[in-house]
């Protein structure tokens, strides 16, 4: 199965911008979504979106976070602006393998991972 490769991670200033790209999934009938993990916190969706759906964005990245997936080739990006200290975490890209036209597109189907890419906030 194919792996999924984040990148763009790094360390910024707070109100600073980050762009993290995904690639590895090149489905046209796309379900994907980007996570992060803090250290010590659970894992958390950030933002979410399909190849038939509008983005969807946890409350605590919405007007700040822009995810998107122009076509099938290229890659998912998540852009970060007005990055805050409580966005330190690791960044995961996740991609439902078996997603269809017209089904539901949710953080509870991810089945694929990739390994990470870190993001540190410095104030």
């Known amino acids: 199965q194919a792996q999924l490769v984040e990148s763009g991670g790094g360390s910024v200033q707070a109100g600073g911008s980050l762009r993290l790209s995904c690639t590895g999934n090149n489905r046209r009938n796309m379900c994907m979504a980007w996570f992060r993990q803090a250290p010590g916190k659970e894992r958390e969706g950030v933002a979410l979106i399909s190849a038939d759906g509008g983005p969807r964005y946890a409350d605590s990245v919405k007007g700040r976070f822009t995810i998107s997936k122009n076509d099938p080739k290229s890659p998912l990006v998540l852009l970060m602006n007005g990055l805050k200290l409580e966005d330190n975490a690791m960044y995961y890209c996740?991609?439902?393998?078996?997603?269809?036209?017209?089904?539901?597109?949710?953080?509870?189907?991810?089945?694929?991972w990739g390994k990470g890419t870190l993001v540190t906030i410095s104030s």
């Open positions: 996740a991609a439902d393998p078996y997603y269809a036209y017209g089904g539901a597109c949710e953080y509870a189907g991810m089945k694929m």
